[in-house]
């Protein structure tokens, strides 16, 4: 059995949009907020301009609503070429290591002293 993609799920979301005349991911927005869903303007981009990893399928039932088309529509499958075989490598998440004047100082914060308690009245 071999370990390289054969098929792969196309997202042709931007597609459908054109071909429906909805020209931006605003647009798509509003029609999206019309329907009763809830997503922000930035998750909406990133899902019409990337094939997303993951998306839930009330999205997709409010996207085959809108567009009015069937699901095989939105995704399609199709074979991979020889140099998209090898699966997508993922993002490196990049670790920032705190800035400090003094490498040897303690990171949890300056020491902070109360204020002295007024004497107490018996």
């Known amino acids: 059995m071999s370990n390289t993609l ?3 799920l196309t997202w042709r979301l931007e597609i459908l949009m054109a071909e429906r005349k909805i020209r931006s991911a605003t647009e798509l927005h509003r029609l999206l ?5 809830k ?9 019409v301009k990337d094939r997303p990893e993951r ?3 009330d999205l997709l039932d409010h996207l085959l609503e809108i567009l009015n088309c069937e699901i095989g529509d939105l995704l399609r499958s199709e074979p991979v070429s020889d140099e998209h ?15 400090t004047d003094n490498p040897g100082a303690n990171l949890t914060g300056p020491k902070v002293t109360p204020f002295p308690a007024p004497p107490r009245k018996e």
């Open 85 to 99: 075989a090898i699966a997508k490598p993922q993002k490196q998440r990049v670790r920032r290591e705190p800035v």
């Open 55 to 57: 998306v839930s399928t």
């Open 33 to 37: 907020v019309n329907y009763g869903y």
């Open 39 to 47: 997503i922000t303007s930035s998750q909406l981009s990133r899902v």
């Open 6 to 8: 054969q098929r792969r």
